[in-house]
Nanobody, 123 residues
């Protein structure tokens, strides 16, 4: 059973940066598309970014394009989300998730979810 653990969240000022990590255990991430999602209080969960299993294809929500970068290190069984130029509206709980489908699509079904890490952007 694949288990995912997010880390790297915290409090940052507007314009700052954070790097989130999603580390897997119980299986290897090579077999999965990995996505990052976020949910702010009172709002629906939103897909942020995803990365394909092997060829490095990535997909981003319009709201984060040019600011966030997703990457994976299969040797470390970890996927990262580098977040730059953070805005107050990026404040949310960020989750990583794994999909056994082959396509990196944010609206697809994701089979496994982490517990989330809080990101707060505030001065």
């Amino acid at each position: 059973q694949l288990q995912l653990v997010e880390s790297g969240g915290g409090l940052v000022q507007p314009g700052g940066s954070l790097r989130l990590s999603c580390t897997a255990s119980g299986s290897t991430l090579d077999y999965y598309v990995i996505g990052w999602f976020r949910q702010a209080p009172g709002k629906e969960r939103e897909g942020v970014s995803c990365i394909s299993r092997s060829n490095g294809y990535t997909n981003y929500a319009d709201s984060v394009k040019g600011r966030f970068t997703i990457s994976r290190d299969n040797a470390k069984n970890t996927v990262y989300l580098q977040m730059n130029s953070l805005k107050p509206e990026d404040t949310a709980v960020y989750y990583c998730a794994a999909s056994r489908l082959t396509l990196c699509v944010l609206s697809a079904h994701y089979d496994y979810w982490g517990q989330g890490t809080q990101v707060t952007v505030s001065s």
